[in-house]
């Protein structure tokens, strides 16, 4: 469980480098909305941003968790 949380906490301090305190700025993590979600990055915004992250909470765990176990 350590281990998950850990290499959750990299993912996302990596993911968001040099937007880490403004993650739904971050030009990957917009991408990666466009191409999971099917907007525009352009117009993801704090609330876009939010909303997809709770919306899909299941699916990034299991993402994190199969990313985990490849790691």
Do not use: K, N, Q, V
């Amino acid at each position: 469980m350590l281990r998950f949380l850990w290499r959750a906490a990299f993912f996302w301090w990596h993911a968001a480098r040099g937007y880490r305190l403004r993650p739904w700025r971050s030009p990957y993590l917009r991408w990666r909305m466009e191409t999971y979600w099917g907007i525009p990055a352009e117009s993801i915004g704090w609330r876009d941003f939010w909303s997809f992250l709770w919306e899909h909470r299941d699916d990034l765990a299991r993402f994190l968790a199969w990313a985990s176990r490849m790691g």
